[in-house]
Structures are given as structure tokens and as C-alpha cells.
């Protein structure tokens, strides 16, 4: 076998490990749920759906972040950890949806929208998209404690006052937090310093998406093996500047990508009115008479195709795009150079090397 | 001192201290926060302000679980758990007024309500409204995630597979249950049987509120204590009946209540369109004209003063309300009842009976 095999069979094993193991874990709150009433039964469902797809990107950082602080490969523990990265990433794209207004998630319809689907194939009363927002924010809130429930499960890895529980609760704190300064962003943006617009959209991404999406992961799967703090010294300054290029280039795709591709509407962040680091430079590099264009436009629910194309051209003409992927790449090489320097044995060291480079080159 | 008085100093005590654990906390992830963006204060804000006022219901019910189970008074894991059930209530109250629409809590705006509020304040762009639900359910998450961060630092007590983490694992999941039910049966109650109307609104009252409320935090305590399972199936039988006549009371005040008592505006259960065991006997009680009436006009936001002052006496005319305070009569009962076969001593005895009389015939 390659090296390269040895990567791929060692990750697909776990990532089997860990579906395995949200399905163990959801058949089991399936049954705790049938004993309120049949009628719960959307809420496990809707879960499952979500947790069924997705890259798996957290639950892969958490294991080799592991893997090369020493951990072994097959340890029940570090499947659970993936399981409840999962099932806290699905948590927060049910609520993220409500707060997006966006109704479509990996091509299907996203949770709220099911519930007000349910709604009206029922005929039911009163409002359905109220009632799919409602019952939308109850799984959300439900999948959290799951999250919560199976990291628990780890047991005295994760105790009260461990290393791996502080990381976990860090977490779940600075990502909240910075939803929060991305939706004030969409709001509080247009009155505030436009020369300050990239660095706040970069602040954004560090806490809403870098430190959550890989640091925290990657140092929370260190941490379970019992890594020392130059270790997760070390990966920080590797999966910080990747996580931030890995937001960006989803930022990019979410204007330029292929909607058959992203399974999400080209321009939906726009219309959600995100406020991105593509945009920060749009804003800065733009004519004043484009830059007020945006301005006005970004938020915009009813946004028609042809705007959504004229801000693409803006984009690329006043040199946003340029600006946005050569930090990309900045940041990548940063990453990049970071992981070269970390005390890693060659299998983690290659995986993680994969991982950085389809987070950061992906078209979806 | 008599019997009564110890009672009261015991309970202000507990209740001193979990005030100052609740601060203590907050001011904790303030500091976090403050490291995220002097932005996201609000936050932690938002969340003080809730958890300093309240009947702390469920931690005193917490708290006599412990002590009749033999729990020392001052052991600060009980005061730890005590705060970790405020801030799951916390949490749970910010989700409910942006579920109900509630634009009142205490008196004071709601949690959404003051994002909106804030929104205004600044001239921001976009939608406030939205913006003010968006920043809640972010709150309400943050919220629940302090709940559990707070509920792990009990330690060993509250380790993974303790009876104490199970039935904190079981009282998340059915509120969530039993919330969703209520939401349900709003919009899905005017179309199924009408006969089975007062059934429904009471499973909806066992799981979104009495086991929530009473069962589950005084079986934590006694969990928490050790008590051996004969004595908390006795809790049980105590609380349940008692959390669902508590419910059964805050719903009659939902509609016949004094406005400056309860601080919330009369007749706003009937326009978030409840469907509680007091409108399931309206319903099956009324002439078919005034049932028909009833089930066209719940869930109208708009409903006038008068339709509010026509369903009371439609409610009262029919028989619902004497029927409802019936079952709050023989649900009391029921629990006192069991209360006096429990094998308590004389101060955790009298603190129970004292919460529960306060419970079962508040008028806020």
C-alpha cells in the first residue's frame, strides 16, 4: 500500500466509524422520542437528513489532530468526539438557515423550510412559515444538546475542567459570537468605517468560521490524546490561516460558484446581505458610484439575476476577486508552511496536507 | 426559630448563592466575549438580565430534592446545579417569546425584542425585526451552552452515565418534545378530533412543562444526593401532578389574569393561538356556534380586546373554567397527597409543601 492508501483507509474507516455512530446515537434518542408521541418524529428525522451528508471537515481536523498527538487509530473515543462535532455543526446549519433565510441546504430543502413544507401538505392552520421557523429552532436547539449529550459520552477524557472540555466550550462560545458580529455586520456595516470593512469581515470569519471550523476541531482531537501545548501551539499556526482561506474561498464560491455544484442559489449572500471579505474589497476598490451601489443593494432579498451579475463584473473588474484569492493563497502558503514545521508523523502530516487542500481549493 | 423560618433562611441562602454562582459565570464568559469584540456584549447582557429575576422554581425544586435526600445544605455542587437549571430556563425563555411572539417577559421586552429595540436605537440597515430574532436564537444558543458548561462543572457527581446527567439528558429532550407539540397542536388542533382536545393539551403540559418544571429538578437533586430510585419515583408522584396544576394555573392567568401581575398583556396565550387544557374544554364544553368561534379566532395576532373579553365569558358561561380549576383542585391534591407519604424530614417537608401551595395558586 502507498502512503496515500494508507490515508484513504484509515480516514474512511472512521468516517464510517463515526456515521455508525450518530446512527447508534439517533436510533437511540429516536426511541427516548416515540415515548412522547409519534408526532416528534420529524425532529429526529430532520437530524438525521442533515447529518447524513456533508464534508465532514470537523470531525476529520478532530481526528488527525489526534492521530498526531499519538492517539490510536480505532479508539472509540475519538469517534464519539467526531460524532458530536457533527451533530453541533448540524445544530448550528438549522439555525443558520433560519437566520439566512435560506431554504435550500446541499440541494434539498433546509430544516425550516421541511417543517413548512410539512405544514402545507397537512393543511394545517395559522402561518407555515412561522410554524417551520418555530419547529426549526426546537431541533436546532435539540441537535445542541445531542451535540452536547454525545460529547459527554466520552467520558473522563472529557471531564469537567480537561483540557478537551475547555476547548469544546471555547468553541461553542466564539462561534456564537461571531454569528452574531455576521449578522450585525449585514446591518451595522453600511454606518460604520468603510476603510475598516476587510478587517471586520476578516474578525468575522476568524470567529464564526476559521477557529470553528478547524482550529477548535483540530486542537480539540490533541487535546483527547493528551497533546502538550506546543503541539496545539503548532497547529493553530497552521489550521487558523487555512480556516480563514477556507471561509474565503467559500465566500467566493458563495457569489461565483455553480449553483449545480454549491447545491445552494448563486447570489443568496448577497441577498442575505454577507458582508465578506470579497465584499470588504468590493466596497474599497470600487468606484464610489459602485461602492454606493453595493451598499444599497447588498440585503436585498428580491435581488434579480441581472444585479447579481452586474456585482459580479464590479467584483472582478475593480480587482475584489484578485485581492480576495491572492490572500487566499497568502494564507494557504501560510498554512502550508506551518504544517511543514509541525512534529508529525508522515500519515497525519499527509492527511492533513489533503484536508488543507480541499478545503481551500474546492469548487463546492 | 421555628420549623418555617429555617425553612426561609435555608432557601434565601441557596437562592444568595446561586445568584452569585449565575454572576460569578456570566461574568466569566464576559470576559471571553470581550476578547471576540466589545460587538457582542449584548449577549452575556441580555442573559444577565434574564436570569436576575424569576421565581427560581425549578432550582428550589432542585434544591429540596437534594436535601431530602439526605444532600448537605451549602454544598456547592447543589448551587452549581441550581444555576445550571437557570440558564437552561433562560435559554429556554428566549427561544419560547421568538416562537410565541411574545414582545414581553417580566414585565420588560423580550430578548428579541430588545435586539430589535437596539437595532432602531442605531439607525441601522435592513430589517429590525429580523434582526432581532436572528441575534435571540444566537442568544438562546449561547444560553443553552452555558447551561451544560455551567451543569459539567458539578464534576463527578454529574459525570457521564450518572442518573444526574440521564436526567438532564432526558429533561432537554422532552422539553424540546413537548414544546414542539404545542406548536403542533396550534396549528394542527383546529383539524383533528375535537373530543380528544383536552388529552392532547395535557400530554403537551406534561412534557413542555410539568416534568421540565417539577419532576425532572427534583429528581436531579435527589440524584445528585444519591437518593435511591424508590425514593424518586415517590418525587414523582408528588411533582408531576404538581407541575401539570402549576401549568394548568399559569394558563387560566394566561387569559383570566391581572395584566399588572403577570406582566403580560391579557389575552395573549389566545392570540399566540394555545390550545390549552382550558380552551380543550371551551371547545368540547361551548354551544358548536361559540366552539366554532373559538377555533376560527385562536392564533389571531390582531384579536381585539373584545373577542378577548368574549371568549373569558364564553369560558366561564360553558363550564371550561370550573372544569379546568377542578382538575387544578384534584391535581393538587393529588400532590399533597403524595407529598405526605413521602419519607422526608420536617424542613425539606414543609419547603416542598410551601413551593408547591405557591405554585398551584399564584396569581403571576
Not at 478532530?62 to 453541533?88: M, Q
Amino acid at each position: 500500500m502507498t502512503l496515500s492508501s494508507d490515508v484513504a483507509a484509515e480516514q474512511a474507516s472512521f468516517i464510517d466509524g463515526v456515521a455508525g455512530s450518530l446512527n447508534g446515537f439517533l436510533s437511540e434518542q429516536r426511541d427516548v422520542m416515540a415515548t412522547v408521541s409519534p408526532d416528534v418524529a420529524p425532529l429526529i428525522g430532520s437530524i438525521s437528513t442533515l447529518v447524513t451528508g456533508g464534508k465532514r471537515l470537523r470531525a476529520l481536523m478532530c481526528y488527525w489532530g489526534w492521530r498526531g498527538a499519538g492517539g490510536l487509530a480505532g479508539d472509540p473515543d475519538i469517534v464519539t468526539a467526531g460524532c458530536a462535532l457533527e451533530l453541533f455543526q448540524a445544530a448550528a446549519l438549522i439555525h443558520d438557515d433560519i437566520i439566512d433565510r435560506s431554504d435550500t441546504r446541499r440541494g434539498g430543502p433546509s430544516v425550516h423550510k421541511r417543517f413548512s413544507q410539512l405544514h402545507e401538505a397537512n393543511g394545517w392552520a395559522l402561518d407555515s412559515e412561522h410554524f417551520g421557523d418555530a419547529a426549526a429552532i426546537l431541533t436546532g436547539d435539540l441537535c445542541l444538546s445531542f451535540s452536547e449529550e454525545s460529547f459527554t459520552e466520552i467520558g473522563p477524557r472529557a471531564r469537567s475542567g480537561s483540557a478537551a472540555r475547555r476547548i469544546f466550550n471555547v468553541m461553542r462560545a466564539e462561534v456564537m459570537a461571531g454569528q452574531y458580529l455576521d449578522i450585525l455586520e449585514e446591518v451595522a456595516g453600511p454606518v460604520r468605517d468603510r476603510a475598516a470593512s476587510v478587517d471586520r469581515a476578516r474578525s468575522i470569519i476568524r470567529y464564526k468560521s476559521a477557529k470553528y471550523s478547524t482550529e477548535h476541531p483540530l486542537a480539540l482531537g490533541g487535546a483527547l490524546a493528551g497533546a502538550p501545548a506546543e503541539l496545539i501551539a503548532g497547529y493553530s499556526s497552521f489550521s487558523l490561516p487555512l480556516g480563514e482561506a477556507f471561509q474565503m474561498r467559500d465566500d467566493v464560491l458563495g457569489v461565483f460558484g455553480d449553483p449545480a455544484t454549491t447545491g445552494k442559489p448563486a447570489g443568496d449572500d448577497l441577498r442575505e446581505g454577507k458582508r465578506t471579505v470579497l465584499v470588504g474589497f468590493a466596497l474599497n476598490l470600487a468606484s464610489e458610484a459602485d461602492a454606493a451601489y453595493l451598499d444599497r443593494v447588498l440585503g436585498d432579498p428580491d435581488l434579480a439575476e441581472e444585479d447579481v451579475a452586474r456585482i459580479r463584473r464590479l467584483m472582478v473588474e475593480c480587482g475584489a476577486l484578485d485581492a480576495t484569492e491572492s490572500l487566499i493563497e497568502q494564507l494557504s502558503k501560510d498554512a502550508f508552511e506551518a504544517l511543514e514545521r509541525l512534529p508529525l508523523d508522515e500519515v497525519p502530516l499527509l492527511a492533513l496536507g489533503q484536508l488543507a487542500e480541499a478545503a481551500v481549493s474546492r469548487a463546492a
